[in-house]
Structure formats: C-alpha cells, structure tokens
C-alpha cells in the first residue's frame, strides 16, 4: 500500500534488487509447495519425510520464498518517505512464520518421525549458509558505495567491519570450508584489489570523486568482503575457470557501472567498459585459483 500510494520514482537500481529477489521467493515457494502436494499425494511416502529437491536446500523452502518475498517489498517501500518504518511488517511476519504458525509447531510435529534427526543435521531449517553470505555481502555494498560516494569514512568501515565480522563468525559455526579459506583468501584478495584499482586510476580508465592517485578505503574494504563469497554464494566459480572470467568480467562491469549511477566513481569509455571485463575476469580468475589451492592444502 505506501508503495502504491507514494508515486516516487524508485531508483532502476533499487528495482534491479528487490524484484529478483521477489521472484526468486515467490518461484521457491510455489515449486516447494507443487513438490509437496506431490509427495503427500503418493501412498507410498506416506509416514516418510520430503529430503531431496528444494527441501533438501532447507527444511521449510516453502516459508522460506515467503519471506524473502515480503522483505523484497520491503526494501523497496524502504526507499519511499518514512518507509523504512515499515520494517515492522516484515519483522512480525518473520516472527509469526517462524514462532507461531509455521516452523517452529511444524518441526515439533517433524520431531515425532524418526528420520528428522539425520535430515535435521544435514540441513538448515530457514537460512542456508550461502544466502546469509550473498545478502550480506550486497547490503554492505550498497552501504559502503552510498556513502562512500558521499565522502564518508566511517559508515563506510563500520559496514565493512560489520559484514566481514559477521561472516566469520557465521562460518565457523555453520560453514568450515568457508572458515579455513576466509583470512588468507582476504589477504590475497585485498592485494589483487588494490593492485587493479591503481591501474584503472592511473591508466586514466576511471575516478573516484575524492580524487588523489590511490583509490578511497571504502573501495578496498569491498575486496576481502568479496572474497568470501568464493566458497559460499560463488561456490559454482570453483568448478570451471571459464566461469570466473567471463562472470567477473560481467559483473564487475556492472558493478562499476551502478556504482557511477550512485555518484561513486566516474568511467571514461570507450577504454572504461573492455578495460574494466578484462581486468575483472583476470582477477576473479587468479582469485579462484588461488582459492582452488587453499582447498588442496587443506585437504592435504
């Protein structure tokens, strides 16, 4: 309702977000609840537990593409006059979907059948390890490059801190493969960031606002934090190094191109666009493949 009855325009980015986002919840839930039917429909699963598809992602995928999509509607009011009180409505939704008439009374019931425990160790109840990572990682982009664009320092680095502190707490207690890799992964990654951002600046590729021949703090911190969705989010990276280059080419790309609709960094085409996908396939490339040989080692 606020959203249909304030007609601000939202920023594309804004809708760029949000709207997957829906999507993605509303597909989830719709594709859980058809697998379901399907299940309790056949005799002969009757008595036995649904583990394998999306439920085999989490235990309530269904509740799960739910709220995801109440919390994309919410971002997007977020960005209206006083929408981002609002937040009360997904809070309480939260709350009622996992306290009161959802996941909590559905897994006392799950409890009773004695295969809930092997499935319940294996598998997340809500929130699967890698979307914790991706929502993370881009609400402290959005954070950071906001008001870095502003000048800012401090909002920037607490947001860094914030989101990098979370992460590895969040790994090591649900993630070790992510855990183990994390610190050095960041050292590597800061190096490698540091490194193409001098090159974009001093090739004359692009600027940042606060000028100066290094580039703004705000930007390296975005580096480790990226990293760490190599072994969570971006897990698929580590398969085939195609992948990385042509997908770090893209998305870095786009990343510098929203980042110059917020005001955070100015490109200079036509060197700006080939310059910026060759560097960031490179990059994501030589990341993965180091990353590839921190998994050995740990293995070995």
Same mark, same amino acid.
């Given at each position: 309702?606020?959203?249909?009855?304030?007609?601000?325009?939202?920023?594309?980015?804004?809708?760029?977000?949000?709207?997957?986002?829906?999507?993605?919840?509303?597909?989830?839930?719709?594709?859980?609840?058809?697998?379901?039917?399907?299940?309790?429909?056949?005799?002969?699963?009757?008595?036995?537990?649904?583990?394998?598809?999306?439920?085999?992602?989490?235990?309530?995928?269904?509740?799960?593409?739910?709220?995801?999509?109440?919390?994309?509607?919410?971002?997007?009011?977020?960005?209206?006059?006083?929408?981002?009180?609002?937040?009360?409505?997904?809070?309480?939704?939260?709350?009622?979907?996992?306290?009161?008439?959802?996941?909590?009374?559905?897994?006392?019931?799950?409890?009773?059948?004695?295969?809930?425990?092997?499935?319940?160790?294996?598998?997340?109840?809500?929130?699967?390890?890698?979307?914790?990572?991706?929502?993370?990682?881009?609400?402290?982009?959005?954070?950071?490059?906001?008001?870095?664009?502003?000048?800012?320092?401090?909002?920037?680095?607490?947001?860094?801190?914030?989101?990098?502190?979370?992460?590895?707490?969040?790994?090591?207690?649900?993630?070790?493969?992510?855990?183990?890799?994390?610190?050095?992964?960041?050292?590597?990654?800061?190096?490698?960031?540091?490194?193409?951002?001098?090159?974009?600046?001093?090739?004359?590729? +692009? &600027? @940042? =606002?606060?000028?100066?021949? /290094?580039?703004? $703090?705000? #930007?390296?911190? *975005?580096?480790?934090?990226?990293?760490?969705?190599?072994?969570?989010?971006?897990?698929?990276?580590?398969?085939?190094?195609?992948?990385?280059?042509?997908?770090?080419?893209?998305?870095?790309?786009?990343?510098?191109?929203?980042?110059?609709?917020?005001?955070?960094?100015?490109?200079?085409?036509? +060197? &700006? @666009? =080939?310059?910026?996908?060759? /560097?960031?396939? $490179?990059? #994501?490339?030589? *990341?993965?493949?180091?990353?590839?040989?921190?998994?050995?080692?740990?293995?070995?």
């Amino acid at each position: 309702m606020w959203i249909h009855t304030h007609p601000q325009v939202l920023p594309v980015q804004i809708l760029g977000i949000a709207l997957p986002i829906w999507g993605i919840g509303f597909a989830l839930e719709t594709i859980a609840d058809w697998k379901l039917t399907l299940f309790q429909n056949e005799p002969s699963k009757k008595g036995k537990l649904l583990t394998d598809g999306v439920w085999g992602f989490v235990r309530h995928p269904n509740y799960l593409g739910e709220l995801m999509q109440w919390w994309a509607i919410w971002f997007m009011a977020a960005f209206l006059p006083f929408g981002w009180a609002l937040i009360v409505s997904p809070l309480l939704l939260t709350y009622l979907i996992v306290n009161v008439s959802g996941v909590k009374p559905l897994e006392e019931k799950m409890k009773k059948n004695a295969d809930f425990k092997g499935y319940a160790e294996k598998t997340p109840s809500l929130v699967p390890p890698s979307l914790v990572n991706a929502l993370l990682y881009v609400i402290a982009w959005f954070i950071m490059i906001i008001y870095g664009a502003q000048g800012s320092l401090i909002i920037p680095v607490i947001a860094a801190v914030g989101c990098y502190a979370s992460q590895i707490t969040y790994f090591a207690k649900f993630d070790s493969k992510s855990f183990h890799t994390a610190v050095p992964l960041s050292i590597v990654a800061s190096c490698l960031g540091l490194l193409q951002e001098m090159v974009f600046i001093h090739s004359g590729i +692009l &600027a @940042y =606002p606060q000028g100066g021949i /290094s580039p703004p $703090l705000w #930007l390296l911190l *975005l580096y480790p934090l990226f990293s760490l969705t190599l072994n969570s989010a971006l897990t698929y990276l580590n398969k085939n190094l195609a992948l990385p280059f042509f997908l770090g080419g893209f998305g870095g790309l786009s990343s510098y191109l929203a980042g110059e609709r917020l005001g955070a960094v100015q490109l200079f085409p036509p +060197l &700006a @666009y =080939p310059g910026i996908f060759f /560097s960031w396939g $490179l990059f #994501l490339t030589v *990341l993965v493949i180091f990353n590839r040989k921190l998994i050995q080692l740990k293995r070995s």
